[in-house]
């Protein structure tokens, strides 16, 4: 498995940006997928909404709200994800998670999450 820690977060006007960062640490070889959610106020967590995901051999997959604004993307090494997120909303305004999915020996399925950024966006 894997351990995740967000950075990045803060507060922005709306139209601005904003790069989240994710550190990734432990035994990146079991990732499969990596992905970035959030949670709006009140919602719970299995209300997570996908934001962006990119799988181990690359391919990407958006919200469609961001797409065209939005850029996922890793370092060389996998041991950092990022979110570009471009032309911010108001209602973007909310907690950011990195998220790893992966298997252990090819056969275990695990799901780890870090613990957060949060972003605002003021209108």
């Known amino acids: 498995q894997v351990q995740l820690k967000e950075s990045g977060g803060g507060l922005v006007q709306a139209g601005g940006s904003l790069r989240l960062s994710c550190a990734v640490t432990g035994n990146l070889a079991s990732v499969n997928q990596m992905a970035w959610y959030r949670q709006s106020p009140g919602k719970r967590r299995e209300e997570r909404e996908l934001v962006a995901a990119i799988t181990s051999d690359g391919n990407t997959n958006y919200a469609d709200s961001v797409k065209d604004r939005f850029s996922i993307f890793e370092n060389s090494t996998k041991n950092a994800l990022f979110l570009q997120m471009n032309r911010l909303r108001a209602e973007e305004t909310d907690v950011y998670y990195c998220?790893?999915?992966?298997?252990?020996?090819?056969?275990?399925?695990?799901?780890?999450w870090g613990r957060g950024s949060q972003v605002t966006v003021a209108a």
């Open positions: 998220n790893a999915e992966g298997t252990i020996g090819d056969v275990y399925p695990f799901t780890n």
